[in-house]
């Protein structure tokens, strides 16, 4: 199993991560997904754009998550 997900982990840094899009979730700020490769934290950025999930980034300094979704089409 730990050959697997070395494996998985390592086509991630290659091609990205890939959102699993049957287990998107509402935050109430952002939506997220985990990676359906290696299950690694992923966030959506903007329109159809998704990003690894980096809490220095995506929190704010009182532990809030901060506000990143895409205003709607």
Excluded at 3 to 23: E, F, G, T, V
Excluded at 37 to 43: A, E, M, Q
């Amino acid at each position: 199993m730990a050959d697997w997900n070395a494996a998985m982990n390592l086509l991630c840094m290659i091609l990205k991560h890939q959102r699993d899009a049957s287990r998107v979730w509402d935050d109430g700020h952002n939506y997220r997904a985990p990676c359906r490769r290696c299950g690694f934290p992923l966030i959506k950025v903007t329109f159809g754009d998704w990003r690894a999930f980096d809490a220095t980034r995506d929190y704010e300094a009182d532990g809030a998550p901060r506000k990143s979704r895409p205003l709607s089409r």
